[in-house]
């Protein structure tokens, strides 16, 4: 297929300076509440997105272009169930308090843990991001609404981490994506030193609970013969 080299050479590039609204995105809702960018935790929080979603880019754009477009498509598509936009739609504004309510308790010192606690959501978060890698790698359909991708061909995928969700002992367990994003939850808040910020993993818990149902279809949720 002919591609014109200033469209291919235009596409690395929006998404540099997409990645990088982002980025300015989250510093603006870590560093304006707290009311100060001395503030080592955000830092390495943001050093850690940048180079995850540098990498991330990159590798999809060499293995999986197709996927890269599909994850970044909008929250809210056409075709998207109405059940999942409305989840969707509550879950964002949520999101995005919920940083806004670690810059507050770094602002006001609400919340004081000790320097290995820290250590310990660093390294929560890069285990979040490696598995949620992992699972790119694995599933070519893993796009960021609920819906079946009839036109790439979507069918059910078994290796890799599925493997361990699909197959006894563990076939009640959630989604590997949803995995990550409960390490990556529980790991960001304890990085930014907050208390409070792990208040959002039960909400996290709610919506991906709710979104299992309706995607995956799974008799539970997270928790084998619980819940």
């Known amino acids: 297929m002919d591609v014109r080299p200033e469209i291919s050479d235009a596409k690395p590039r929006r998404r540099g300076l997409r990645s990088l609204i982002w980025l300015g995105l989250f510093a ?9 960018a001395r503030w080592p935790g955000a830092w390495v ?5 940048a180079v995850a979603t540098v990498w991330g ?3 999809l754009e ?3 272009p197709a996927l890269l477009a599909e994850r970044l498509r909008p929250p809210i598509q056409r075709g998207q169930p109405l059940t999942d936009k409305l989840l969707m739609g509550a879950f964002l504004p949520l999101w995005f308090g919920w940083f806004v309510l670690m810059g507050l308790d770094r602002r ?3 919340s004081s843990l000790p320097v290995a606690l820290e250590i310990l959501g660093a390294v929560l978060l890069c285990l979040g991001i490696w598995l949620s890698f992992e699972v790119l ?8 609404v609920v819906k079946v991708q009839k036109e790439r061909g979507h069918s059910v995928v078994c290796t890799g981490p599925y493997a361990y969700v ?8 959630r989604h590997p994506m949803c995995a990550s994003v409960l390490l990556i939850g529980t790991g960001a808040p304890l990085l930014l030193g907050s208390w409070w910020g792990l208040l959002g993993v039960p909400l996290f818990m ?3 609970g709710a979104r299992a149902v309706m995607e995956e279809r799974v008799r539970y949720r997270f928790v084998p013969r619980f819940w």
Not at 167 to 173: E, I, L
Request: aromatic content about 24%.
């Open 28 to 36: 603006f809702l870590l560093f304006i509440p707290a009311g100060t």
């Open 45 to 49: 929080y943001l050093a850690i997105l």
């Open 57 to 59: 880019f990159g590798w």
């Open 62 to 64: 060499r293995h999986d």
């Open 108 to 110: 006001f010192g609400w």
């Open 137 to 144: 790698k694995e599933n070519s359909y893993a796009a960021p």
């Open 166 to 173: 699909r197959h006894p002992p563990y076939a009640y367990v």
């Open 206 to 208: 709610r919506v991906l």
